[in-house]
């Protein structure tokens, strides 16, 4: 499953086994001092390593799920094919939402 929810991601980067721990694949997230990757070692704080072409909310590199309505979310990617960055709100099965910037 290429997305991680925030809330492992938070509790693995709080207390983390014996001060850092590194997945064995490009789907486990790696923790390296205080940083943590996804698909490589990471370079920032929160990293993540993935090619998409024509990406949406449904395929984007990072995305954000309401807790009671899972299907409201923030989606963050960018678009590797188009050299292009996006930020989409959307409600699955229904389309975009308004973005408050």
């Known amino acids: ?4 929810t925030l809330l492992f991601l938070l ?10 721990w590194i997945g064995s694949s490009t789907t486990e997230p790696i923790y390296r001092q205080g940083n943590v990757g996804i698909g490589a070692s990471p370079t920032d ?7 998409e072409s024509a ?24 678009d590797t094919s188009g ?5 989409q709100a959307a409600e699955n099965l229904v389309g975009f ?3 408050l910037l």
């Not at 499953?1 to 991680?4: E, G, I, L, Q, Y």
């Not at 929160?46 to 090619?51: A, K, N, R, T, Y």
């Not at 807790?67 to 960018?78: D, E, F, K, P, S």
Request: aromatic residues 12%; proline residues 6%; contains cysteine.
């Open 55 to 78: 990406p949406t909310y449904l395929s984007a590199q990072f995305v954000i799920h309401g807790q009671t309505q899972t299907g409201r979310v923030l989606a963050i990617g960018y």
């Open 11 to 20: 509790s693995c980067v709080c207390c983390p086994l014996q001060g850092q």
């Open 1 to 4: 499953m290429r997305r991680v």
């Open 45 to 51: 704080k929160f990293s993540i390593f993935l090619d």
């Open 97 to 99: 939402t308004p973005l």
């Open 83 to 87: 050299n292009s960055g996006f930020i």
